[in-house]
């Protein structure tokens, strides 16, 4: 199991930009895929994106492609989500994801393993 533990969310204006980083513990970080989800109330978790085990690989939503970038520092354990233009339905508890599924980018919540505690990001109109 890997520990993962995301950086404070925020309050951001619409059109902003914001940046969200997971730390894990517990594991070789490198063994697994990476992921960033999103919740709002009432709804369920939806993909973000993705990002293979060297970060040679990556995978959006069609919400935020073009304007969010996941990226990740084997060396210091790390996962980033880069959130540009921010729009406010963007807002929900993001969520980082670690997969150690033979896949290549996981892309469905079944197919994470370990699950940080979620950290809320508002953007306001």
């Known amino acids: 199991q890997v520990q993962l533990v995301e950086s404070r969310g925020g309050l951001v204006q619409a059109g902003e930009s914001l940046r969200l980083s997971c730390v894990a513990s517990?594991?070789?970080?490198?063994?697994?895929?990476m992921g960033w989800f999103r919740q709002t109330p009432g709804k369920d978790r939806e993909f973000v994106a993705s990002?293979?085990?060297?970060?040679?690989?990556?995978y959006y939503e069609d919400s935020v492609q073009g304007r969010f970038f996941i990226s990740r520092d084997n060396a210091k354990n790390k996962v980033y989500l880069q959130m540009n233009s921010l729009k406010p339905e963007d807002t929900a508890v993001y969520f980082c994801?670690?997969?150690?599924?033979?896949?290549?980018?996981?892309?469905?919540?079944?197919?994470?393993?370990?699950w940080g505690q979620g950290t809320q990001v508002t953007v306001s109109s």
């Open positions: 994801a670690a997969s150690a599924k033979l896949v290549l980018i996981p892309l469905r919540e079944n197919e994470y393993n370990d």
């Open positions: 517990g594991r070789t970080f490198s063994d697994y895929a």
């Open positions: 990002i293979s085990r060297s970060g040679g690989n990556t």
